[in-house]
């Protein structure tokens, strides 16, 4: 006899030993973010669980001496459940490529597969509606494309478009969907539009779940704090999923990336992509776009933002930020000096 319970990792420390132990020994990480956890216990000892973190599940496992008891299809069930009740609807889920043929009997799809991760998905909106919407925006011809944050649209930004837009005969601007940002979603993406808005074959498109998500690559949003090591399997899943899934609706050949400096995330990303790509997909590596010797970035933007430095600003963002910036009430003073 098994006993469901949910598990507060945070706060019951024999618990949180347990499932450590269950995840290293399943070959999973136990350092992966979760906001809840259920489990399976037997005589109190944990023998299965399965967690998820917003609409991503993660983190199943079952110790070896019961995998034959359909105990997977419980815990599985059990966190569908609750997040049906939080009006989720749309899931996500990594696991391992083994595991594949119980997913599947579950309604889940697969989104992208390598040697170590199965990442899968069930509900709407899916990947095919996604490639739908990528297709009514295709161009003729080849295609380059680049994928960012703009939090918010610096010079430095403008900069890898406009190099990008020089060299390519189109460019695809992804800005990212995930609103755990200080500018939202909508925010940045009307400010990329701004500011490519003198560029005619340029095309700014949401990336929704499918490009450095919670979903895809949840690390991205933890910066230094990210382990480097699960950063780079998720970072993995998500440049395979550009290359196999996004690339070749639009006919896209090459992904400009800026020349990463600051943090360590986005270097790994960086390599991960020009690992996954291969010959099949160009990185292109632009230099950072400097000011006084130091290279732009949008963190320093909100530095001089939360300074009310406008002199600054007027050097790290363009005029179309700017006046964006005010528009939303970010910046209260009006620049006298030359733009």
């Not at 469901?4 to 350092?31: C, F, H, I, V, Y």
């Not at 956890?37 to 109190?44: A, S």
């Not at 890898?160 to 020089?166: D, F, K, N, Y």
């Not at 600054?312 to 528009?327: A, E, I, N, R």
Request: hydrophobic share 40%; aromatic share 10%; with cysteine.
């Amino acid at each position: 006899m098994f006993d469901l319970k949910r598990l507060w990792l945070d706060k019951d420390k024999a618990m949180l030993q347990q499932w450590t132990d269950l995840m290293e020994r399943s070959g999973l990480s136990p350092q992966e973010s979760v906001e809840y956890t259920v489990g399976l216990l037997k005589d109190g000892q944990l023998v299965a669980s399965g967690s998820y973190q917003k609409n991503i599940i993660k983190c199943l496992a079952v110790d070896k001496e019961y995998q034959s008891e359909n105990l997977l299809t419980q815990i599985m069930i059990h966190l569908m459940e609750r997040m049906r009740e939080k009006d989720l609807n749309h899931y996500f889920l990594y696991t391992k490529p083994s595991e594949a043929k119980i997913f599947h009997s579950l309604g889940f799809h697969t989104i992208v597969e390598n040697e170590s991760v199965l990442f899968t998905e069930q509900g709407s909106p899916n990947i095919d509606d996604y490639q739908e919407l990528l297709e009514k925006h295709r161009h003729t011809g080849t295609a380059s494309s680049i994928v960012m944050n703009a939090n918010p649209f610096t010079k430095g930004h403008q900069f890898l478009v406009e190099t990008a837009a020089a060299k390519s005969d189109h460019v695809y601007v992804f800005v990212l969907s995930e609103d755990r940002s200080d500018f939202s979603s909508e925010d940045r993406m009307n400010m990329v539009k701004l500011g490519v808005s003198h560029l005619d074959n340029v095309t700014v498109l949401p990336s929704r779940d499918y490009m450095v998500s919670t979903a895809t690559f949840p690390a991205y949003f933890l910066k230094e704090n990210a382990p480097l090591a699960v950063a780079k399997t998720q970072a993995a899943v998500d440049a395979q999923l550009f290359k196999e899934k996004i690339a070749p609706i639009l006919n896209i050949r090459s992904r400009f990336v800026g020349e990463e400096p600051f943090s360590p995330v986005t270097e790994v990303y960086n390599r991960s992509l020009q690992e996954v790509f291969g010959q099949e997909l160009e990185l292109v590596i632009v230099p950072r776009k400097e000011v006084e010797g130091a290279a732009i970035s949008a963190t320093n933007v909100r530095k001089a933002l939360k300074e009310k430095d406008v002199e600054l600003l007027t050097h790290l963002v363009p005029k179309t930020t700017y006046d964006y910036l005010k528009k939303i009430k970010k910046i209260e003073v009006e620049f006298s000096g030359n733009y």
